[in-house]
């Protein structure tokens, strides 16, 4: 049988790309492959499960220092296993004949250069982006979205590229009873007469499109008829809760990064997610697994899931604020038609759990690869 080399930053059980490599790690192991991790961080229950971790260092933490010492172990390690099936994640690592993962397309969206450093990373970016999936024999997307992307912006094969559309965790992710949204919406102390809304995303990362959020509750001011999670870390906590203070928001409560996402979730009426460019979206398919509506631009991948009668949950502009307030109070009094398509997806989506994401790649890559 051959051993499998998979190659990605972290295989821990938080965030999208990190949670589904963790999930086809563990559905190897459970089948008795032969499992190598070459990674900064692994979960212990792969440790304890039997993969063999070739564990990189990353040095001051940074994962842009990092990045070259995964690329050459990945390749060192992919020469050592010879006949291996080796996976990788985008430009992280660039093995000849190996299957990319995409989970992100960097040449799809330019961020604001905000310094030296940014701009290195960039280009740097481009460059092992674009000879990571050069070199792969077989591409696989997380969305149509993404899959447009590599072909038009990266001129990848049509027949080379799949799409596998990511899980979630049924358990955590599923709708509310009234006594756990009680406890929940208690346990943040929110207003029981008031509606609440959340916000999943990095602060100081304008894809996100937190300050838009920002905006829109801003020009509500006392008016706004929610209140609001915002569940995010980065170097601009501090000063967006400044400014919120400052404008007398003082329904907008700023939770950090938290690892009971569902909580939060199951306390609120909506999410709200303008993303200037998101592949995929993993949040908002949370969200909607709870059974919220979640308002979400209407080019990231998440929202091609989306059924026609839930078309006023997307926004055609993620940048305009004033788009975001015009839909909130639509999204919150769903007529009763849209109420059960919101239920039959979320309840589609629940179906698909990370053992099957992890099942549809296996069969994917030993069809193809």
């Known amino acids: 049988m051959r051993p499998w080399l998979l190659v990605s930053g972290d295989f821990v059980t938080t965030g999208g790309q990190d949670r589904a490599n963790h999930a086809l790690a563990r559905a190897l192991l459970a089948r008795g492959d032969e499992v190598h991790l070459v990674a900064h961080r692994v979960a212990p229950d792969l440790r304890a499960a039997g993969a063999v971790v070739h564990e990189v260092s990353k040095p001051g933490g940074s994962y842009f220092l990092g ?69 792969a024999r077989l591409v696989i ?99 967006w809760e400044e400014r919120a203070r400052a404008a007398g928001l003082r329904g907008m409560r700023f939770l950090g990064k938290r690892g009971d996402v569902e909580q939060v979730l199951r306390a609120s009426d909506l999410l709200v997610a303008p993303t200037r460019y998101e592949p995929y979206g993993l949040a908002v398919h949370e969200a909607l697994c709870c059974g919220l509506p979640a308002l979400v631009s209407r080019g990231a991948g998440v929202a091609e899931r989306y059924p026609r009668a839930l078309s006023g949950l997307l926004l055609d502009d993620p940048r305009s604020a004033s788009e975001l307030v015009r839909r909130l109070e639509p999204a919150l009094a769903l007529r009763e038609s849209q109420r059960a398509e919101l239920d039959a997806l979320g309840a589609r989506l629940r179906a698909r759990s990370w053992e099957q994401v992890a099942e549809d790649l296996i069969e994917t890559i030993e069809a193809r690869a």
């Open 67 to 135: 990045e070259p010492l995964l690329d050459r172990s990945g390749r060192r390690w992919a020469r050592r296993l010879g006949g291996a099936r080796v996976v990788v994640n985008g430009g992280g690592c660039a093995v000849p004949g190996a299957i990319n993962w995409v989970h992100y397309v960097h040449r799809a969206y330019a961020p604001p250069a905000a310094g030296l450093k940014a701009r290195l990373q960039r280009g740097r970016a481009l460059r092992r982006e674009r000879e990571a999936i050069g070199a």
């Open 141 to 239: 997307a997380n969305s149509r979205r993404t899959r447009r992307d590599l072909i038009t912006l990266l001129g990848t094969p049509p027949e080379r590229v799949e799409v596998v559309y990511l899980g979630v965790d049924p358990q955590r992710f599923r709708p509310a009873d009234a006594e756990e949204r009680r406890s929940a919406r208690a346990a943040l102390g929110w207003d029981p007469e008031r509606q609440g809304a959340a916000f999943v995303g990095g602060l100081a990362d304008r894809r996100k499109g937190f300050d838009v959020v920002f905006r829109a509750w801003s020009r509500l001011g006392a008016r706004a008829p929610l209140e609001l999670a915002v569940l995010g870390e980065g170097p601009l906590r501090a000063r």
